[in-house]
C-alpha cells in the first residue's frame, strides 16, 4: 500500500480523484453508503476503501433511490 493509499483524503481530494462535485459525494455517503468517516465536522476517506466500492458498484444508480420524478 502506497502512502497516498494509507492517508486519509478530505472531501476536496475524494471530489478531484473521482472527478465529481461535493453535492456527488455527499448523495453517495447518503443515499448509496459510501465509505466515509465523520471526524467532527468533516468527512474523510480511505481512496482504497472508496476505489473497492466504486468497482463493486456503489454508485450506481440502483434500487431504492431514484432522484428523477
Known amino acids: 500500500m502506497t502512502e ?3 492517508r486519509w483524503f478530505s472531501a476536496d481530494e475524494i ?3 473521482l ?4 453535492d456527488t ?3 453517495w455517503i447518503d443515499k448509496h453508503d459510501m465509505p466515509a468517516h465523520r471526524m467532527g465536522r468533516l468527512w474523510k476517506f480511505k481512496v482504497s476503501q472508496v476505489d473497492a ?4 458498484g ?12
Open 4 to 6: 497516498t493509499e494509507d
Open 15 to 17: 471530489c478531484q480523484h
Open 19 to 22: 472527478g465529481v462535485s461535493k
Open 25 to 27: 459525494v455527499y448523495k
Open 53 to 56: 466500492w466504486i468497482e463493486a
Open 58 to 69: 456503489g454508485a450506481d444508480e440502483k434500487s431504492g433511490t431514484n432522484d428523477k420524478y
